[in-house]
Protein backbone atom coordinates (compact mmCIF):
# COMPACT_ATOMS: atom_id res chain seq x y z
CA UNK A 1 0.00 0.00 0.00
CA UNK A 2 1.11 3.36 -0.93
CA UNK A 3 0.79 6.90 0.72
CA UNK A 4 0.82 10.06 -0.63
CA UNK A 5 2.60 11.79 2.17
CA UNK A 6 2.30 15.41 -0.07
CA UNK A 7 -0.78 14.93 1.15
CA UNK A 8 -0.59 13.96 4.39
CA UNK A 9 -2.32 16.48 7.68
CA UNK A 10 0.70 15.28 9.12
CA UNK A 11 3.40 18.55 8.56
CA UNK A 12 5.37 19.75 11.18
CA UNK A 13 7.59 17.83 13.74
CA UNK A 14 5.34 19.21 16.29
CA UNK A 15 2.96 17.29 15.58
CA UNK A 16 4.61 14.22 17.12
CA UNK A 17 3.60 15.88 20.15
CA UNK A 18 -0.19 15.82 19.29
CA UNK A 19 0.29 12.18 18.76
CA UNK A 20 2.09 11.26 21.99
CA UNK A 21 -0.56 13.43 24.05
CA UNK A 22 -3.35 11.28 22.44
CA UNK A 23 -1.44 8.02 23.82
CA UNK A 24 -1.69 9.37 26.95
CA UNK A 25 -5.40 10.40 26.86
CA UNK A 26 -6.20 7.07 25.03
CA UNK A 27 -4.59 5.28 28.53
CA UNK A 28 -6.43 7.94 30.73
CA UNK A 29 -9.56 6.79 29.36
CA UNK A 30 -9.30 3.23 29.78
CA UNK A 31 -8.28 3.75 33.44
CA UNK A 32 -11.49 5.65 34.04
CA UNK A 33 -13.19 2.99 32.64
CA UNK A 34 -12.18 0.40 35.02
CA UNK A 35 -13.24 2.99 37.72
CA UNK A 36 -16.59 3.76 36.32
CA UNK A 37 -19.40 1.94 34.66
CA UNK A 38 -20.69 4.58 32.87
CA UNK A 39 -18.95 5.89 29.49
CA UNK A 40 -20.60 9.89 30.77
CA UNK A 41 -18.84 9.94 34.00
CA UNK A 42 -15.44 8.79 31.89
CA UNK A 43 -15.59 11.09 29.10
CA UNK A 44 -16.23 14.03 31.35
CA UNK A 45 -13.75 13.48 33.44
CA UNK A 46 -11.24 13.47 30.38
CA UNK A 47 -12.26 16.37 29.31
CA UNK A 48 -12.66 18.10 32.52
CA UNK A 49 -8.92 16.97 33.90
CA UNK A 50 -7.24 17.93 30.49
CA UNK A 51 -5.40 20.86 30.04
CA UNK A 52 -7.69 23.32 28.11
CA UNK A 53 -10.73 20.77 28.54
CA UNK A 54 -8.49 19.00 25.37
CA UNK A 55 -7.59 15.79 26.48
CA UNK A 56 -6.74 15.02 22.25
CA UNK A 57 -5.01 18.34 21.92
CA UNK A 58 -6.83 19.08 19.15
CA UNK A 59 -7.75 22.84 19.50
CA UNK A 60 -4.24 23.96 20.37
CA UNK A 61 -2.79 26.16 18.03
CA UNK A 62 0.73 24.85 18.18
CA UNK A 63 -0.81 21.55 16.06
CA UNK A 64 -1.54 21.82 12.64
CA UNK A 65 -2.91 18.11 12.22
CA UNK A 66 -6.45 17.81 12.93
CA UNK A 67 -7.08 21.40 11.66
CA UNK A 68 -5.29 20.27 8.62
CA UNK A 69 -7.10 16.82 8.93
CA UNK A 70 -10.82 18.22 9.36
CA UNK A 71 -10.50 20.87 6.95
CA UNK A 72 -9.88 17.62 3.73
CA UNK A 73 -12.68 16.08 4.75
CA UNK A 74 -14.30 18.24 4.54
CA UNK A 75 -12.97 18.51 0.83
CA UNK A 76 -13.73 15.21 0.46
CA UNK A 77 -17.69 15.64 0.50
CA UNK A 78 -19.45 16.40 -2.82
CA UNK A 79 -19.90 20.11 -3.63
CA UNK A 80 -22.99 20.60 -2.71
CA UNK A 81 -25.35 22.73 0.02
CA UNK A 82 -26.32 19.87 2.09
CA UNK A 83 -30.00 20.46 4.24
CA UNK A 84 -29.10 18.86 7.64
CA UNK A 85 -26.12 17.36 8.66
CA UNK A 86 -25.32 15.34 12.17
CA UNK A 87 -21.60 15.03 13.35
CA UNK A 88 -21.48 11.85 15.87
CA UNK A 89 -19.10 12.30 18.39
CA UNK A 90 -18.65 16.35 17.52
CA UNK A 91 -16.20 16.29 20.93
CA UNK A 92 -14.86 19.91 20.92
CA UNK A 93 -16.98 20.78 17.52
CA UNK A 94 -14.01 22.09 15.39
CA UNK A 95 -15.59 19.45 12.84
CA UNK A 96 -19.07 20.85 13.41
CA UNK A 97 -17.95 24.15 13.32
CA UNK A 98 -16.72 23.37 9.58
CA UNK A 99 -19.77 21.51 8.82
CA UNK A 100 -21.68 24.50 9.49
CA UNK A 101 -20.30 25.92 5.99
CA UNK A 102 -21.83 23.75 4.15
CA UNK A 103 -25.19 22.69 5.95
CA UNK A 104 -28.62 24.28 6.34
CA UNK A 105 -28.62 23.08 10.32
CA UNK A 106 -25.91 20.83 11.58
CA UNK A 107 -26.57 18.89 14.48
CA UNK A 108 -23.84 17.77 17.05
CA UNK A 109 -24.12 14.71 19.51
CA UNK A 110 -21.39 13.57 22.15
CA UNK A 111 -21.64 11.61 25.27
CA UNK A 112 -19.65 14.41 27.53
CA UNK A 113 -21.52 17.38 28.27
CA UNK A 114 -18.23 19.04 29.32
CA UNK A 115 -17.31 18.55 25.70
CA UNK A 116 -20.63 20.19 24.79
CA UNK A 117 -19.95 23.49 27.03
CA UNK A 118 -16.71 23.76 25.09
CA UNK A 119 -18.12 22.98 21.57
CA UNK A 120 -21.06 25.35 22.56
CA UNK A 121 -18.57 28.20 23.09
CA UNK A 122 -17.10 27.30 19.75
CA UNK A 123 -20.16 27.15 17.70
CA UNK A 124 -22.04 29.85 19.73
CA UNK A 125 -21.83 32.94 16.74
CA UNK A 126 -23.26 29.74 14.74
CA UNK A 127 -26.70 29.97 14.32
CA UNK A 128 -27.39 26.69 12.22
CA UNK A 129 -25.83 24.40 15.23
CA UNK A 130 -27.17 22.75 17.65
CA UNK A 131 -25.63 20.56 20.17
CA UNK A 132 -26.99 17.38 22.33
CA UNK A 133 -25.85 14.93 24.47
CA UNK A 134 -26.20 11.59 23.46
CA UNK A 135 -24.65 7.79 22.77
CA UNK A 136 -24.05 6.67 19.21
CA UNK A 137 -25.53 3.58 20.26
CA UNK A 138 -29.07 4.46 21.96
CA UNK A 139 -29.83 7.70 19.29
CA UNK A 140 -33.61 8.67 19.64
CA UNK A 141 -35.85 7.23 16.99
CA UNK A 142 -36.77 10.59 15.85
CA UNK A 143 -33.64 11.34 13.87
CA UNK A 144 -34.36 8.39 11.58
CA UNK A 145 -34.09 9.56 8.19
CA UNK A 146 -33.52 12.94 8.92
CA UNK A 147 -30.04 13.85 7.29
CA UNK A 148 -28.35 14.01 3.84
CA UNK A 149 -25.23 13.74 5.46
CA UNK A 150 -23.87 12.26 8.84
CA UNK A 151 -20.42 12.22 9.91
CA UNK A 152 -19.23 9.79 12.21
CA UNK A 153 -15.03 10.44 12.75
CA UNK A 154 -12.53 9.48 15.07
CA UNK A 155 -15.52 8.01 17.30
CA UNK A 156 -16.34 4.40 16.62
CA UNK A 157 -12.55 2.89 17.95
CA UNK A 158 -14.02 4.68 21.28
CA UNK A 159 -16.64 1.94 21.92
CA UNK A 160 -15.96 0.37 24.67
CA UNK A 161 -14.28 -3.19 24.20
CA UNK A 162 -14.25 -5.38 22.59
CA UNK A 163 -15.80 -3.77 19.36
CA UNK A 164 -17.27 -7.47 17.77
CA UNK A 165 -17.79 -7.61 14.59
CA UNK A 166 -21.69 -8.24 15.33
CA UNK A 167 -21.65 -4.90 17.20
CA UNK A 168 -20.22 -3.14 14.06
CA UNK A 169 -22.99 -4.17 11.83
CA UNK A 170 -26.23 -3.32 14.19
CA UNK A 171 -24.32 0.26 14.12
CA UNK A 172 -23.81 0.46 10.48
CA UNK A 173 -27.78 -0.23 10.02
CA UNK A 174 -28.45 1.68 12.37
CA UNK A 175 -26.47 4.95 11.17
CA UNK A 176 -27.92 3.86 8.14
CA UNK A 177 -31.42 4.36 9.11
CA UNK A 178 -30.18 8.25 9.84
CA UNK A 179 -30.03 8.76 6.37
CA UNK A 180 -32.48 10.45 3.75
CA UNK A 181 -32.92 8.98 0.65
CA UNK A 182 -29.78 11.27 -0.65
CA UNK A 183 -28.02 11.04 2.19
CA UNK A 184 -23.91 9.84 2.47
CA UNK A 185 -22.34 8.77 5.21
CA UNK A 186 -18.80 9.73 5.90
CA UNK A 187 -16.79 6.97 7.86
CA UNK A 188 -13.68 8.34 9.32
CA UNK A 189 -10.93 6.33 11.87
CA UNK A 190 -6.89 6.23 12.30
CA UNK A 191 -5.06 4.26 9.76
CA UNK A 192 -1.37 4.01 9.81
CA UNK A 193 0.94 2.65 7.33
CA UNK A 194 2.29 -0.25 9.37
CA UNK A 195 0.35 -2.88 10.65
CA UNK A 196 -1.28 -2.60 14.35
CA UNK A 197 -3.88 -2.68 16.22
CA UNK A 198 -5.38 0.14 15.58
CA UNK A 199 -5.30 -0.19 11.59
CA UNK A 200 -6.98 -3.95 11.71
CA UNK A 201 -9.84 -2.68 14.38
CA UNK A 202 -10.31 0.41 11.41
CA UNK A 203 -10.42 -2.34 8.64
CA UNK A 204 -12.69 -3.87 10.56
CA UNK A 205 -15.37 -1.33 11.02
CA UNK A 206 -14.85 0.15 7.40
CA UNK A 207 -15.80 -3.27 6.24
CA UNK A 208 -18.78 -3.69 8.30
CA UNK A 209 -20.19 -0.54 7.31
CA UNK A 210 -19.37 -1.75 3.24
CA UNK A 211 -21.01 -5.14 4.51
CA UNK A 212 -24.38 -2.98 5.50
CA UNK A 213 -27.55 -3.60 2.94
CA UNK A 214 -28.75 0.10 4.04
CA UNK A 215 -25.22 1.42 2.70
CA UNK A 216 -23.53 1.67 -0.78
CA UNK A 217 -20.12 2.27 -0.85
CA UNK A 218 -19.43 5.38 -2.83
CA UNK A 219 -15.70 6.08 -2.33
CA UNK A 220 -13.04 5.27 -0.03
CA UNK A 221 -9.73 7.70 0.71
CA UNK A 222 -6.58 6.05 2.27
CA UNK A 223 -4.63 9.03 4.11
CA UNK A 224 -1.30 8.38 6.05
CA UNK A 225 -2.71 8.67 9.77
CA UNK A 226 -6.64 8.63 8.77
CA UNK A 227 -8.91 6.38 6.37
CA UNK A 228 -12.26 8.07 5.05
CA UNK A 229 -15.21 6.36 3.60
CA UNK A 230 -18.58 7.64 1.93
CA UNK A 231 -21.62 6.02 1.75
CA UNK A 232 -24.41 6.48 0.15
CA UNK A 233 -28.21 5.63 1.19
CA UNK A 234 -29.43 2.04 -0.40
CA UNK A 235 -33.36 2.16 -0.94
CA UNK A 236 -32.56 -1.34 -1.96
CA UNK A 237 -30.96 -2.53 1.25
CA UNK A 238 -33.86 -0.75 3.19
CA UNK A 239 -36.54 -2.78 1.32
CA UNK A 240 -34.75 -6.18 1.32
CA UNK A 241 -33.31 -8.48 4.14
CA UNK A 242 -29.30 -9.69 3.89
CA UNK A 243 -30.48 -12.88 2.64
CA UNK A 244 -31.91 -11.59 -0.49
CA UNK A 245 -29.13 -8.68 -1.33
CA UNK A 246 -27.80 -9.37 -4.33
CA UNK A 247 -24.28 -9.37 -5.29
CA UNK A 248 -22.45 -6.90 -5.93
CA UNK A 249 -21.54 -5.99 -9.84
CA UNK A 250 -17.76 -6.51 -10.54
CA UNK A 251 -16.73 -5.76 -14.15
CA UNK A 252 -14.40 -8.06 -15.51
CA UNK A 253 -11.23 -7.85 -18.08
CA UNK A 254 -12.51 -9.65 -22.01
CA UNK A 255 -11.54 -12.80 -21.97
CA UNK A 256 -8.65 -12.64 -24.90
CA UNK A 257 -9.73 -14.22 -28.41
CA UNK A 258 -10.00 -18.06 -28.20
CA UNK A 259 -7.09 -20.14 -29.91
CA UNK A 260 -7.15 -23.00 -32.28
CA UNK A 261 -6.73 -26.30 -31.04
CA UNK A 262 -3.48 -28.07 -32.50
CA UNK A 263 -4.40 -30.59 -35.42
CA UNK A 264 -3.82 -33.73 -33.31
CA UNK A 265 -5.93 -32.39 -30.01
CA UNK A 266 -9.70 -33.77 -30.18
CA UNK A 267 -11.94 -30.24 -30.74
CA UNK A 268 -13.16 -28.35 -26.85
CA UNK A 269 -16.25 -29.72 -25.79
CA UNK A 270 -19.14 -27.77 -25.78
CA UNK A 271 -20.59 -27.98 -22.54
CA UNK A 272 -20.06 -25.55 -20.04
CA UNK A 273 -19.59 -25.59 -16.49
CA UNK A 274 -22.31 -25.32 -14.46
CA UNK A 275 -21.99 -21.51 -12.77
CA UNK A 276 -21.83 -21.11 -9.03
CA UNK A 277 -24.32 -19.46 -6.79
CA UNK A 278 -23.33 -16.24 -4.84
CA UNK A 279 -23.21 -16.99 -1.25
CA UNK A 280 -26.01 -14.96 0.59
CA UNK A 281 -24.38 -12.49 3.37
CA UNK A 282 -25.13 -13.77 7.12
CA UNK A 283 -28.41 -12.28 8.72
CA UNK A 284 -28.22 -8.97 10.47
CA UNK A 285 -29.41 -8.95 13.84
CA UNK A 286 -31.89 -6.03 15.00
CA UNK A 287 -29.91 -3.14 16.46
CA UNK A 288 -30.77 -2.88 20.28
CA UNK A 289 -28.94 0.15 21.37
CA UNK A 290 -26.17 -1.31 23.13
CA UNK A 291 -24.24 1.43 25.63
CA UNK A 292 -21.25 2.98 24.46
CA UNK A 293 -20.50 6.30 23.74
CA UNK A 294 -19.78 8.87 20.75
Known amino acids: MYFDWRRSAFRSLRDIGLFLASARSDARLQALRRQSTSCPIAFDALY ?4 QNDPW ?11 RKYDALVRLLPQRR ?13 LTERLARC ?7 DVSSVALRCAAERTQPLKNVQLRQGDITAL ?22 PIQDGLLKQLAARLSGLLS ?22 RRIHRAFQWSPGLTLM ?27 PPAQVQSPPPPPPMSPPPNDPPPSSQEPAS ?13 GIGGES
Open 57 to 67: ASSLPRYQYQR
Open 103 to 109: AQEVIGI
Open 219 to 245: SEHRRAFYLATLLGHSLLGHSAAPEQR
Open 140 to 161: APELNGSFDLVVVADTIYYLPP
Open 82 to 94: FRRALDLGCGLGL
Open 181 to 202: PDGILMVVNHYFPLPNAETRLT
Open 48 to 51: RDAP
Open 276 to 288: EMPKSLPPMSVFS
